[in-house]
Structure formats: C-alpha cells, structure tokens
C-alpha cells in the first residue's frame, strides 16, 4: 500500500479555524471523507467547503444518530474497508472530524481499525472546548484549578459528585440533559456564574444565561462553570 490517510480536525464551526497543516493536506487529498447524517449532510464537510479544490472523490460515512449503541460498529467496518481500498489504490485520504479526532471526535473508532493496516496519522483540531471559552471570554482553568471535562451524560449522583470535586467544569454533551445539569448546578450554588453557548463560531452562534437556555439544547451546547466565577480571581 503507497496510500496514506490522515484523520483531521476541521475546527468547532468556523471555515478560517482550520490548521495551516490541515488545510495543505485537504487540498492535497485525492479522497475526503467524513461523517454524515443519514440523509447526506454533513457539518464537517460543510466547513471545510470553502478550502476543497475540486475533483476529490468523497466517501460520506453515514452516522446513525438515533437507535441502537453508539459507535454502531458496522459503520465504521464498512468505512474502514472503503478508505483501506483507496488506500490500496495508492490515494491520499483525509478523514474529515469536527473539533479534535481525539477529543470525543468520530474519527478514533476509525483509526482504531486502521492503525494497524495502513500508514494513519492524525492531526490536531480546535476543540469545542476551547472555542466556547475563547468566545465566551472565560479562561476555562489557571494556575492549580483542577479542570474537569464531564458528558452531561453521566447519571445525576455521579455528576454533582464530580462537579463538586473540580475547580472548573466543562458540560459536554448537553442537548436532552440539560434539565438535569441546571438542576445540579443550582442545588450546588454555582447555576448562577455558569455560562451556557450553543454552537460556538457558526453562523448560529447564542450565549444564553443558563436559565434561559433551551431545553433540550442544541447537540452542538456546553455549560462553563468556575467555582471561582472567573479564573483570573
């Protein structure tokens, strides 16, 4: 195999966040592929639109996102096998992942797969977590601040436990628990200081008091707290 793939991260949203080192490989690339709904879109695609030359073969990897566990391991078989088949052809491939491919990000159940078959290599993204921070203006951590990131996922006891163990918590994952986080937050003292974004440098972008974000929330929302208020105090 004379192929390569490299895993990219695309940034949170904003075309002009991509790495320079990203950007070279993308325009480079003779196949991009990426994560999609099952109906065809795909953000991650949709912000590197702006920088694709033309003429690239895509393979869209459709993500179920509801039913069944996640990762859906046949997804991500069948990905596999089709970028190890360009790769055999002698292309250059770019995985495209929102945010970071190591931070939370889709592409590590595919690098999981192909580590071992091919030469992979993975380059760094913006992650949501510092772009909400950067646009929020709040330094998520300094000097000795224990910094937790926690999905709002996790089961409620759990949550407050570990909410009360950090000196600044990142909420990922929001969207249908966002009930749950305010609730946790304001038994604990800290709801009125947290700080809630949903979709950090798109075009869409809100900053909403967290009594006043929606619930559900938007997939693409996090929820800053500093026990401190700010990190600079």
Not at 4 to 29: C, F, M, Q, Y
Not at 144 to 166: F, G, K, M, W, Y
Not at 172 to 181: D, N, T
Request: aromatic fraction near 6%; glycine fraction near 10%.
């Amino acid at each position: 195999m004379s192929g390569r793939v490299h895993g990219i991260g695309v940034g949170p949203g904003d075309p002009e966040l991509l790495t320079l080192k990203a950007l070279r490989l993308l325009r480079e690339a003779a196949v991009v592929a990426y994560p999609a709904t099952e109906d065809g879109e795909s953000l991650a695609r949709e912000i590197v639109a702006p920088h694709l030359p033309g003429g690239q073969r895509e393979i869209p990897i459709p993500i179920p996102i509801q039913g069944g566990p996640f990762p859906d391991e046949g997804v991500y078989d069948r990905a596999a096998e089709q970028v190890l088949a360009a790769v055999a052809e002698g292309a250059a491939v770019v995985v495209l992942c929102e945010g970071d491919p190591f931070f939370y990000g889709s592409f590590l159940y595919l690098y999981a797969r192909l580590a071992d078959r091919c030469e992979v290599a993975v380059v760094p993204g913006v992650s949501s977590l510092m772009a909400c921070a950067a646009v929020l203006g709040a330094p998520l951590a300094a000097r000795n601040d224990a910094l937790s990131v926690l999905p709002a996922t996790l089961d409620e006891t759990v949550l407050r436990r570990r909410i009360e163990a950090a000196d600044a918590v990142a909420l990922i994952k929001v969207g249908r628990h966002l009930a749950k986080v305010r609730g946790v937050l304001e038994d604990l003292g800290l709801a009125e200081g947290a700080l809630y974004i949903e979709r950090a440098t798109m075009t869409t972008e809100r900053v909403l008091p967290l009594d006043q974000a929606p619930a559900p929330a938007p997939y693409f929302s996090m929820v800053l707290v500093h026990r401190r208020g700010e990190a600079w105090r």
